[in-house]
């Protein structure tokens, strides 16, 4: 599994702007199957940096509901990427 099949998308939501402002963190939306170890070496592979700490997050599907349809959202796998000080990925205007 290469770099770019492991780490889907950046997760950009208010929350995750305000980690990325306040503690350096990244968040990532992350293949089903991965680990720690794997989001790591991906993450140093794209974007030439070693992270301090990875979290991983397993999101469960959420039943939702508009008027009368009911449907669910799709569960995810998010990882929180700590980077080093002085360290930072631009997730809004990267071409890697």
């Not at 998308?9 to 306040?22: S, Y």
């Not at 990244?26 to 979290?55: C, G, L, M, W």
Request: aromatic residues 6%.
């Amino acid at each position: 599994m290469s770099a770019r099949d492991i780490i889907v998308r950046p997760i950009v939501t208010e929350k995750a702007t305000k980690m990325q402002a306040n503690g350096n963190w990244i968040e990532f939306e992350v293949a089903r199957d991965t680990n720690k170890s794997a989001v790591a070496q991906a993450v140093q592979e794209i974007y030439h940096i070693k992270p301090v700490a990875v979290n991983i997050v397993n999101t469960k599907p959420k039943v939702r509901r508009v008027g009368r349809y009911s449907g669910k959202v799709r569960a995810v796998k998010k990882a929180m990427v700590k980077l080093p000080e002085g360290q930072t990925i631009d997730i809004y205007h990267s071409e890697d």
